[in-house]
């Protein structure tokens, strides 16, 4: 969704065509200039919306998933993150990545300012609100796979970094009109911006952190359930609805305009392949699961509708109906296999968040010429391991400089009683039948 | 919410008087095609993703309604259901209710494709993502009558039948321009179309599967409670208000166009109406449980919600605000007495969805000569026969079909152990206070 | 968000100028009074049922806030009141609030009946919509602080009076264009009118029905958590997020014009307002108790959220961004301190509303003259007082004749018992590990 100064022509000859009175055939836009400013901007409102909704996804899911001692400190996590992510994302985000040089690695250290001007094409402040939300959105990623074990105000302060800082840079690079952009990669709404980077942040913090304790027995294998059972399933599932609903705001808003017969149709078709490559997901790793294990695992289901979403986020237009069912089942299975090589590794993602958004996401952009003529492999392979080489590595330097002065991880005393009760001291579930 | 052809015209003639310079007065539309067409589009948009949100609606309910050792697999159902229905409405559903003949009775076998032009008045996808979510909707409604006995991927199979067979050719009756539209049937956003339909579904499985064990007394009484205690009255509660919120698209969209003065005037009056059918159906419930037995029966109220809203779906925008508070109210009451007209068949309706859903649908279709001056009563009383009757055999002879070949029932081994454990393997609430 | 005439001028006036073919440069319109009218509708449905959402949103943040044994009540009272005030602002309300004579105090008691015309700028019954769910949410806020003791229908018959009644008339006296708005009152979307009015009214509840039996040891010390713990914290998490939501609604359509260049960039910038405001709430509230108490309190970031955003209600437009973080802040500082002072008054607020919406509200509308240069400090102490003070008088009268004539409080048995077995006999949490 690279900001296109391009698109503000077609409303403003449309204006001038209307006035003159030429046959305005269908090729040719009837839309003035203030009805497409007022169309893009709504875009940029609703979608924008349904994407800070995908918080709330976020910490439902995460809620779920973790175990009945650490769900109000991923409440408070959840809330916090998005709160900072608003404010750093004012305060350097956006120029950081909008206001970077063509071709170019960083923008600049300056808060955001309003310059809405009709011949933008939409109100700079929908602008700023849409991109935010995308920001918040990389860092409610991370925030679940290190549950249960990480201290609060560490994540916190890494939380204002990757999205004041890292998230901004690698966003620049593409949609901010940078180096990769000018490289010719293509990532539509961001499978490798928005999804691995918040992966690959997450990814450095559980190897730093470690697995909780007694995550893993001595010969490796990931402990019987029980003791680290999911806290409430209906939670993980409203989760996974809300984020499907947000995610048509995600891809449909990145097609950045909707003031015109082919943007309307285009945002149309992206909700129909958003929607299909979930269906996909879900259904891929229910099968799967039922024919592997037995038994139809409902978390891999819910956690396949995030991975084909993820999948195709890097190209939600271009697929046929058919191709959007198969980029997302396949990013269902790979949430199913991503989540079993972890375990091999003994990493310990408490929500599956890696497997979902950056494995998903990897598979997702390097799709993308499978279905869009104008995207090259070469590219996509530069890009995918640019993002995600770089964000791993600041991040695992931010996290060990962390872990350095003032630790990350809790006592094992403080797991043992349950991060509820030590950083928050509120129970999450008071529950008398 | 027929697809309606002399929709078009309106736009393109304006903008013809537009471009001509006459005096555009009120009755004549100053909306360019174009500009038309993107509100249909975003209309549908908007409407559709409200109507998908649903999803999370009756999943929420359903995990409320049902005992706490079935929550997992009622997730498992609707997240399943929802990718099913996607999947078969685009494979061969669209096309089998919009590719109908002109009064006839079934459409063709294949898959939609998009042909949006700008003379059609909104995007085709748009339209398609649209009748999808009602496609699924209509599949939601069945899940959670059959609850904690059923097998779940007998009902997967149902499910996919159902979204892609049953319901379109019933939508297509009508909808499509069939039989049932030329005869002057009215179901403005279906009650009968989508909620009976749904209904009629479940009864039919629900007498073939039989009541969970012990859920009757040799009396024929039900139980009490405690047993068959509902697992969660909040997450009732939230899936009631997603569906209320839901309905504003199911119902609002339904009017098809949005280009125009007189659109958005009848949009605002189907919202009116919609929200006060519901206000109706809440208070009816609750205040008849309260004289009648005593206590004020908060899970009656949240299905009197929902006998409301069915009740405004076949005619929401002819009523004033009173007949619309009066047609919810009944709907509120046939919820109540419905119920309890199930439980003297014995038949055993996990989470009410056929009082509300199946019979309000009734009342709702039946009442629209009541403020539709267009409307007659014998085509409503062919229409809800026709359809009802239709679906109900068919899906009695495919879950018939199921049962002979592969059983449909979970063991009671299984059932007593709660389809969670045996199902997905997945305990729903993992909850240490 | 008064009701304003004079926005009709501008789309028509383009309108001429449109057909007149003068050359419309940007700061006259080119969108016609048509599509303005679509536009403005549209903002009113769209942010009409992000409003009506909170209501979701009440529902869960008082369900979690309440101990399990008072759930099912909270449910049963949220879904009951939002029909109540539905039906309520139908038959009387709007005609109260906006047939109020130019500077005067009270309107008419006739039930609203739809008189759009493309000269109002909208649908009349679009209006009607946005403004009903301004007066559930009155309602809603109040229905919280009284949990655990009040009975359920005298609690319904305060809500029809507060939605039909007290609500309307402070409504009129600025947003119908009273005697507040003449004197140059300034609250944009209502942090006075909407959130210390049903802050107000339930202050004066908590007085008449004193504490939940054994919250307040003998020095007066609320008593260990333990026994009056929240039932659950990721639903109060979920309601905050789904207030959060809505307020976007809340505030962006309190703009109440979209079909403008400078109502879309005046929305775009309310948006990201509220957004701040609420940030700058949680991270206040999260810093202040990790400081003063040693653990990060979730739930008074949760509420300092809500603090937050009804901080910035009043002025959601004028306020800079770094000006919209500081008073949000004050919001949720407001929000902790205002929960010790209640304490101290041995005031029983058991979801924390008094704090949220009646303190923040006050400061809020209070701050407006900070940003706002067409404000003026003693308008706003006038409007703060005399809506405040004719609240909590009216609020008081009519809680205490309810309390002569037939009680409002519980039996102690009862509450003992939990109000969700002695009023709805429906357990909200059935829950086997």
Not at 20 to 30: D, F, K, V
Request: with cysteine; glycine share 12%; hydrophobic share 55%.
């Amino acid at each position: 969704m690279t900001k296109l100064i391009k698109r503000i022509s077609t409303p403003l000859i449309s204006l001038i065509l209307l006035l003159n009175m030429s046959s305005a055939g269908m090729a040719e836009t009837t839309v003035s200039a203030e009805v497409g400013f007022i169309f893009n901007t709504l875009l940029f409102l609703i979608c924008g919306f349904l994407v800070m909704f995908m918080a709330a996804g976020f910490a439902m899911l995460e809620s779920g998933m973790v175990t009945s001692k650490s769900v109000s400190v991923i409440c408070a996590k959840n809330i916090g993150l998005y709160a900072i992510a608003g404010i750093m994302f004012w305060l350097v985000g956006y120029n950081l990545a909008y206001g970077i040089p063509e071709g170019g690695y960083i923008g600049t250290f300056t808060p955001w300012s309003d310059a809405s001007a009709i011949d933008t094409g939409y109100a700079d402040g929908s602008d700023w609100f849409f991109q935010m939300v995308f920001c918040a959105t990389t860092v409610s990623i991370c925030s679940g796979a290190m549950a249960e074990r990480i201290k609060l105000w560490p994540f916190f302060l890494f939380a204002a970094i990757l999205a004041g800082v890292i998230y901004p840079i690698v966003m620049g690079w593409q949609w901010g009109g940078g180096w990769l952009a000018e490289l010719g990669f293509s990532d539509f709404a961001g499978s490798t911006l928005v999804h691995s980077t918040g992966g690959a942040a997450a990814l450095a913090g559980i190897i730093l952190l470690g697995a909780r304790n007694g995550r893993f027995d001595s010969a490796g294998n990931p402990k019987a359930l029980k003791p680290f059972a999911a806290s409430s399933i209906p939670l993980v599932t409203i989760g996974v609805f809300i984020l499907w609903l947000g995610w048509f705001g995600f891809n449909g808003g990145s097609q950045l305009a909707l003031g015109s017969f082919d943007d309307a149709v285009a945002i149309s078709t992206i909700f129909i392949n958003t929607n299909l490559a979930a269906c996909g997901g879900v259904l891929a790793a229910g099968v799967i699961t039922r024919l592997m294990f037995g038994k139809t695992d409902v978390i891999q289901m819910l956690n396949g509708a995030i991975g084909g979403l993820v999948a195709i986020t890097a190209e939600p237009l271009a697929p046929s109906p058919f191709a959007a069912i198969l980029i997302g089942a396949v990013g269902g299975l790979i949430v199913v296999f991503g989540t079993k090589l972890l375990f091999n590794f003994k990493l310990d993602d408490v929500v599956g968040a890696i497997p979902a958004h950056l494995f998903a996401g990897i598979w997702g952009t390097l799709a993308v010429p499978l279905t869009n003529a104008d995207a090259n492999f070469s590219a996509q392979l530069i890009g995918v391991l640019s993002v995600n080489i770089f964000v791993f590595a600041v991040s695992y330097i931010v996290w060990s400089v962390m872990k350095a002065i003032f630790g990350i991880r809790l006592s094992k005393e403080a797991e043992t009683k349950g991060t509820d009760v030590t950083e928050t001291g509120v129970i999450a579930y008071a529950i008398r039948d």
